[in-house]
Nanobody, 113 residues
Framework: QVQLVESGGGLVQAGGSLRLSCAAS??????MGWYRQAPGKQRELVAVITTGGSTNYGNPVKGRFTISRDGAKNTVYLQMNSLKPEDTGVYYCNAYRGGNSFWGQGTQVTVSS
């Protein structure tokens, strides 16, 4: 059974930093990443990383966020720097394997101005 456990969300002032973690169990995934959803908006890509280390970032976070992956721990991290109020939302961990996509329950990130 696939399980994704997220941690690291919280409240931070604008300009601050947070680090999210997502520990996966039950499988090895070809890609893992983060998406976010703000109130009243659609879920959007934040960042994704493959087992080969290739990364892709959503335009709003390029240059501020960094995704990394620990294959031995089957864990993906998202380092978020220079946070802005518009980064506020629920951040969801995503894992992809063989045409199937799995989601975590989400962790709230709130950036105050």
């Amino acid at each position: 059974q696939v399980q994704l456990v997220e941690s690291g969300g919280g409240l931070v002032q604008a300009g601050g930093s947070l680090r999210l973690s997502c520990a996966a169990s039950g499988s090895i995934f070809s890609a893992m990443g983060w998406y976010r959803q703000a109130p009243g908006k659609q879920r959007e890509l934040v960042a994704v990383i493959t087992t080969g280390g290739s990364t892709n970032y959503g335009n709003p976070v390029k240059g501020r966020f960094t995704i990394s992956r620990d294959g031995a721990k089957n864990t993906v991290y998202l380092q978020m720097n220079s946070l802005k109020p518009e980064d506020t939302g629920v951040y969801y961990c995503n894992a992809y394997r063989g045409g199937n996509s799995f989601w975590g329950q989400g962790t709230q990130v709130t950036v105050s101005s």
